[in-house]
């Protein structure tokens, strides 16, 4: 069965620094790979996904991730974080069918 | 274009009590729809999926129950609810099979079982 893991629990960054959020994954195959951002007391919201081709992906609010088939990853990255990324983010795993499987996330904090 | 709805946005509800969230999908035909809970300092747990009316999929045995009365409705119900039903409760659609295309979630349901 298909697993993600973000290592990180909680990130904290200065807002303008620059952002890596990691995520790896467990899956036999090429799985399809997303990212999304949830605030406090919202939904989610897809920022970027990965289903085959170029590997560097770009997404809404200027994040973009990288997909690492050695490495089994898809980690986001963003150049210049805003205070209003301040949020937590989800990468995901879809392997077919209903099996799409969420990590654990992890939260940005952004200080000023 | 395609809009979730979830309602209520918050929920307060003693132990024992009925429970109803209701979604709905505007903009599209025959999605896929799911629920999901986020318990506090947990992930993502999807409990319920459907992908046509009537026909409703669970994933985890509880005492939640769902159902899907027209092709852009989504109910999740409960008969009496326990403390531990406490919890973010999300629902979402795809187009086909969530796990190609990922999914598109509503603002979600605050659910504080007291």
């Known amino acids: 069965a298909q697993s993600v893991t973000q290592p990180d629990i909680h990130i904290t960054v200065s807002e303008g620094a620059s952002l890596e959020l990691r995520c790896n994954y467990s899956?036999?195959?090429?799985?399809?790979l997303f990212w999304y951002v949830q605030s406090p007391g919202q939904g989610l919201q897809l920022l970027l996904k990965?289903?085959?081709?170029?590997?560097l992906v770009q997404g809404i609010k200027g994040f973009e991730a990288e997909f690492k088939r050695s490495q089994s990853s898809f980690n986001l990255r963003k150049p210049s974080v805003h205070w209003s990324d301040a949020a937590e983010y989800f990468c995901?795993?879809?392997?077919?069918?209903?099996?799409?499987?969420f990590g654990p996330g992890t939260r940005l904090s952004v200080l000023p | 274009s395609q809009t979730i709805h979830q309602w209520p946005a918050t929920l307060v509800q003693p132990v024992g009590s009925p429970l109803s969230l209701e979604c709905t999908v505007e903009?599209?035909?025959?999605?896929?729809l799911y629920w999901y809970r986020q318990a506090a300092g947990r992930g993502l747990q999807l409990l319920f999926y459907?992908?046509?009316?009537?026909?409703i999929s669970s994933e985890v045995p509880q005492n939640l129950s769902a159902s899907r009365p027209q092709d852009r409705q989504f109910i999740l119900s409960s008969k009496k609810l326990l403390l531990s039903d406490s919890g973010f409760y999300l629902c979402?659609?795809?187009?086909?099979?969530?796990?190609?295309?990922?999914?598109?979630f509503g603002s979600g349901t605050r659910l504080t079982v007291v």
């Open positions: 459907s992908v046509g009316i009537g026909q």
């Open positions: 899956y036999g195959a090429t799985p399809y």
């Open positions: 995901a795993v879809g392997a077919g069918g209903q099996n799409f499987v």
């Open positions: 979402a659609w795809s187009r086909g099979q969530g796990a190609n295309y990922g999914y598109t």
């Open positions: 903009g599209t035909s025959n999605p896929n």
């Open positions: 990965y289903f085959s081709g170029d590997t």
